[in-house]
């Protein structure tokens, strides 16, 4: 079909775009005239392509329509108008012209909200449901006949921005495609438009903005986030108009404390609280202000009312300058109404847009190394020399607007300062549980307490859920290439690399990892993990397939491989950092997001990881991190139907409840790894010295918290003896004790619930016929240290000599390997007739017991 396209915006550009790709032929483009020496986006468009272009000022005068301007668009032959985004009234001699009349977009159901202003008022109306109607444009312009609509699910923080570019602009192009296919085969419907139901509201300007405190903190969320970030709700306050940006109802665990905000007319004073500004509705409810603007343009985080602005400038450096410049040269192609751009420039006051914040994001990337902004920054820096300034000090690291607010536990130990937080990191934000719930994590080497946890409940993981949802869909992950991701997942491993020491401190304290161990392994493979996946990012490939032999062939298949979406990931506490990162580097690396579960009784050095992830500059909502229990968040991962998949190390029996789980929410995919024990199988053959030692390592490494643990030796029976013996030999050498002395082979076992597990292991194969030759319980010191020498939970003392029944072939020296709590004479004589009763039951077995199958256990 001759198509002529009427409107503006990138959205105009797109629906042309995509109608020429169709096959259609757009004989003309009628535009608005360039603003500030600036064309429209659809008209530049156009004009590459060598399609007229036509911007004219009016269509009509008086209600007439202009005889020149209806005759030069007649001269073109369009079959049908197609309207993206009109803002000029057509007169009806233009838009019945066509033999297929004319179509336009709107962004609302109609015939709800017509009018201007309908996504603004979707969202102050409380809308739960919103979307696009294209219709049959009429002498009402948005009362014609519906062709189309499309809806989608309103969510609770979306603005006019979020709505509009996570589901107005891709779906509307779509639609408007869509449309036009429908009118090409003939069979396009016309559905009268109904009047039941329908409104009309004016439109949103600054003046008619302003907020009415005399409803309830719902209404007040949805008229701040309907005029974000046009035209901007305001009050007065503080002798000046201030305007609230980034409103939110989601308020749990937030308390209302810090210095009062008077507003009048407000039903309480606002609080300035480190999270934002708190306002009350007339319902005594709250919500959350997140940024301001002041009167005289400048928006600041809200929790930074009455901070002042940052008076230190810095100085920049000659590379610095030299950057400032270029920058300055990308200013003036932005800005072609300002003959010089100085530091006093406003770049909203000189006439950009919103269009122009993405130009100046990416033209940024492009000069600055691919420095990421958020389209935020530019709102918060308006200024030329503010703006150099926020771009110098992201370059350096040390921005302060990107630092996020932590409530640290700080604890000296291994000559270091600690800093670690404690709640969880829902958003890029580190915040309370609901209800303010908390628990205690444990040092395993002496059973203090380090520091009190924020518990997670099932409200949480729907917070942290949406929070990765959100940023898998709308935020800056999935908009950057790439390499981008891998260039920040680089970051990641070199901030990670660089609090290596920190880092396996924490994991010696807080899962007992002997230091040395953990700063190679536990830290030093994550670092290695992070900068293998970030290598990946840009080498996700698919593939092209053959499909069909017909000649000709001019089939083609191919595969994309693309990010699934929000990925649940469950740990275990063998090794909290690494297993973290086998999982999570792997899904960054793709494109996902996460939210992560740390075991419950190790969680800070993934708390750690979360702030680490933040001075990476991880976009926000990337990485979640939610400690607290299996049965509750873990059960509730596996169930949310927004999480794509589980990936989940731990138990046989729980890997089984995860799948079926998965399997009856939404039929995500699972990875599972789970129990089990390999063994070693030892020859007479062997260098007996080798054999002992890898033995060891096998089942000792890492405490023996180690998944590929060796928990079974078999041994052959002609060297059986001598190797038990060897072994016992080497095992008495090892140092178990504080994690954090560097000549220490063996910390406490990573808490106390596992400790009593490994004991009743060994007392369980004592009484299955085992002979306890070494170890089998807990040293006489706190925390949760496993032993090579005899004894129990008390303090032990040995027996006297063996009694004259237990000289067996046992051998006189069982009194060796047995002793009891500070015996007199006579309890040890009853303990060891016990044993020497269980003995003589087992004689029978004895030779199995001794040459057959030797089981170290490796607890």
């Known amino acids: 079909m001759k198509i002529a396209v009427i409107g503006q915006s990138l959205f105009g550009q797109e629906v042309y775009r995509h109608l ?39 269509w009509r005068v008086k209600g007439q329509a202009l005889p020149d301007v209806v005759a030069k668009y007649q001269a073109l032959g369009a079959e049908l108008n197609v309207l993206p ?26 015939p709800r909200h017509r009018g201007a202003s309908a996504i603004n008022w979707t969202l102050i109306h409380g809308d739960k449901k919103g979307g696009f109607t294209i219709f049959w ?11 189309l609509q499309k809806e989608c699910e309103i969510l609770p923080d979306d603005t006019v921005s979020t709505l509009y570019n996570r589901f107005l602009f891709p779906e509307g192009i779509k639609g408007m495609v869509q449309a036009v296919r429908l009118i090409a085969r003939g069979n396009a419907p016309r559905l009268p438009q109904p009047e039941e139901g329908a409104t009309y509201e004016g439109i949103q300007k600054k003046e008619t903005a302003k907020i009415n405190w005399e409803q309830s903190a719902e209404a007040i969320h949805n008229w701040i986030r309907g005029n974000d970030k046009v ?43 480190k999270a934002g500004l708190i306002l009350f509705g007339n319902d005594d409810r709250m919500l959350l202000v997140k940024n301001i603007q002041l009167e005289d343009g400048r928006m600041i985080p809200a929790s930074c009312f009455f901070k002042g602005a940052d008076s230190s400038v810095l100085e920049l450096t000659e590379t610095e300058l030299i950057m400032a410049e270029t920058v300055r040269s990308a200013w003036k192609r932005i800005l072609p109404s300002i003959l010089e751009v100085e530091d006093s420039t406003d770049f909203f006051k ?49 921005d302060k607007e990107s630092e996020c607010i932590i409530d640290y536990v700080e604890k000296e130990a291994n000559k270091l300062t600690l800093r670690m937080p404690h709640q969880l990191f829902i958003g890029g934000v580190f915040v309370d549980a609901e209800g303010a719930k908390t628990y205690e994590t444990i040092n395993p080497t002496d059973g203090s307490v380090i520091c009190q946890v924020s518990l997670a409940q099932v409200s949480d993981v729907d917070k942290a859920v949406a929070a990765a949802k959100d940023a898998f869909e709308n935020g800056l992950w999935g908009k950057i290439s790439a390499r981008d991701r891998g260039r920040l997942l680089y970051r990641l491993a070199d901030l990670m690399e660089q609090h290596q020491e920190e880092l396996a401190t924490i994991e010696a304290l807080d899962a007992g990892a002997v230091y040395t161990l953990a700063l190679k392994t536990h830290v030093g493979m994550s670092i290695q993990t992070f900068r293998y996946f970030a290598g990946w990012c840009d080498k996700i490939q698919g593939s092209t397939i053959p499909i069909n032999q017909a000649r000709p062939n001019r089939n083609l298949t191919l595969t994309r491989k693309e990010p699934i ?30 939210v992560i579960k740390p075991a419950q009784v190790t969680p800070l050095t993934a708390l750690k990881f979360a702030e680490l992830t933040l001075k990476a500059g991880i976009p926000k ?12 968040v873990g059960q509730r991962l596996s169930d949310h139907p927004d999480v794509r998949k589980i990936g989940f190390t731990g138990s046989t029996e729980v890997g089984k409840h995860i799948m079926k789980s998965c399997a009856l929410s939404n039929v995500k995919k699972v990875s599972l790894e789970l129990g089990g024990k390999s063994p070693l199988i030892i020859f007479a053959d062997c260098d007996l010295s080798k054999a002992v030692q890898m033995g060891m390592s096998s089942v000792f490494f890492n405490k023996g918290e180690n998944c590929i643990a060796a928990g079974r030796l078999f041994v052959e029976d002609s060297i059986h003896d001598h190797f038990v013996q060897k072994v016992v030999e080497e095992v008495k050498k090892m140092k178990i004790g504080n994690p954090l002395d560097r000549d220490t082979n063996h910390g406490p076992q990573n808490h106390q619930a596992h400790l009593r597990k490994l004991i009743e292991y060994c007392q369980r194969g004592v009484e299955e016929g085992a002979t306890l030759v070494c170890g089998g319980s807990q040293v006489p010191r706190p925390g949760s240290s496993s032993s090579r020498n005899p004894a129990h939970l008390d303090t032990w003392t040995p027996l006297p000599e063996c009694p004259r029944p237990l000289q067996t072939e046992w051998g006189p020296n069982l009194s060796h390997h047995l002793s009891v709590p500070n015996p007199n004479l006579s309890q040890a004589y009853t303990y060891l007739s016990r044993i020497f009763h269980l003995i003589k039951s087992l004689e029978p077995k004895e030779q199995e017991l001794r040459h057959g199958l030797f089981e170290l256990l490796p607890y």
């Open 20 to 58: 020429r790709k169709e096959g259609h032929e757009v004989v003309g483009v009628f535009t608005v005239p360039d603003k500030d020496g600036k064309a429209d986006p659809l008209g530049l468009e156009a004009e590459k392509d060598g399609v007229p272009v036509f911007k004219f000022p009016r």
């Open 85 to 110: 985004f009109c803002s000029q009234f057509i007169p009806m001699e233009v838009i019945n012209a066509p033999c297929h009349g004319s179509i336009i977009y709107h962004p609302s159901l109609l």
């Open 137 to 147: 444009a009429d002498d009402g312009l948005d009362t014609g006949d519906l062709l």
């Open 231 to 273: 035209p901007g709700a305001w009050t007065e306050a503080c002798g000046q108009k201030l305007t609230f940006f980034n409103s939110t109802l989601n308020t749990v665990g937030l308390v209302p404390e810090g210095e009062a905000l008077p507003i009048p007319g407000a039903h309480r004073p606002g609080i300035v609280t």
């Open 350 to 398: 000189s006439g950009a847009a919103s269009v122009d914040v993405v130009r100046l994001v990416e033209e940024v990337k492009e000069l600055c190394d691919g420095l990421e902004l958020e389209n935020e920054d530019v709102y918060m820096a308006t200024t030329f020399g503010d703006f150099i300034q926020l771009l110098v000090r992201k370059l350096r690291g040390d």
């Open 565 to 594: 979406g929000v990925c649940g990931i469950v740990i275990p506490w063998n090794y909290p950092l690494m297993m973290l990162s086998w999982k999570t580097a792997a899904c960054l690396a793709a494109g996902n997001t996460v």
């Open 621 to 632: 909502g990337v990485v979640n991190i939610l400690p607290g229990s299996g049965s509750l």
